[in-house]
């Protein structure tokens, strides 16, 4: 069996240096273009805002000019039109574009691809299976939605098992579930620590523990993604030096991890 590599490689330094200059590169032709389209030599093919004096813009003028010059070229890179679910496997719909991007002309072909960038970790978007099964029974049961909070309207029988199935499952008295992870993680967090506290946070957490985290007014120190030994060092760092200035004793010192790195770790395939 293969080893498997827990940790990412990092990149290698002539790939890095020529991703560097191969962005470059689009820049400057990106404001050649730019200037020869000031002088009237090239056509614009995107909007142009007028009328605008005395109002603030729209647009940003960089990121305008990088949409326009530099990732129109590419982006058919990533901007692919699929025509079916976007489930492990998807159909891409293939195009041409004659102007470098400007526009796209279907071929009436496709491609079947392996999707690698998607939040479909259970296989949710797909039309066929157990989870759309499940999904479709649970609808005609209980409708789409209970459209309130559980506190004034929304808790259900459904509900009531999935926290007794959790606290089974951790080993504890009890569980709180919540519909958002985002609103979880941002909310929730500063109700469980604050000023005096320490958070130590993986690199890769997501946004919303980013943002509970900062909300909560705890420090925060961050340690390199699921590196135990990073950890431990931090860990020591903080029981022995304490709160900054004064050297007190931290109230709490919180790790906060995720099981699943949406972020960063879907796209990554290990052996």
Request: overall charge neutral.
């Amino acid at each position: 069996m293969a080893k498997r590599h827990d940790r990412e490689q990092d990149t290698p330094m002539k790939d890095a240096i020529a991703t560097f200059f191969g962005f470059v590169i689009l820049e400057l032709f990106g404001h050649l273009n730019e200037a020869l389209r000031r002088m009237g030599f090239l056509r614009i093919h995107s909007s142009i805002e007028t009328g605008h004096e005395n109002y603030v813009p729209l647009y940003q003028d960089f990121a305008d000019f990088y949409k326009r010059y530099v990732f129109r070229r590419i982006r058919d890179c990533w901007n692919r039109p699929i025509s079916s679910t976007a489930g492990a496997e998807f159909t891409i719909l293939d195009r041409t574009t004659p102007d470098n991007g400007w526009h796209f002309q279907f071929t009436g072909t496709s491609t079947r691809a392996i999707n690698m960038g998607s939040y479909n970790y259970l296989g949710f978007a797909d039309n066929s299976g157990p989870c759309i099964d499940a999904t479709e029974a649970t609808t005609r049961a209980y409708g789409g939605a209970t459209c309130s909070t559980k506190m004034e309207l929304g808790t259900l029988d459904i509900h009531r098992r999935l926290e007794s199935v959790v606290s089974r499952f951790l080993g504890v008295e009890d569980a709180i579930t919540f519909g958002m992870g985002f609103a979880t993680n941002s909310l929730n967090i500063p109700t469980l620590l604050g000023k005096g506290c320490l958070i130590v946070s993986d690199e890769l957490n997501h946004a919303s523990i980013i943002l509970g985290s900062r909300l909560s007014r705890a420090n925060i120190s961050v340690f390199k993604h699921n590196d135990m030994q990073d950890l431990e060092k931090k860990l020591r760092e903080a029981v022995v030096n304490g709160q900054p200035r004064t050297n007190r004793p931290w109230k709490k010192i919180l790790v906060m991890v995720e099981g699943v790195y949406s972020m960063e770790e879907i796209g990554r395939a290990h052996v």
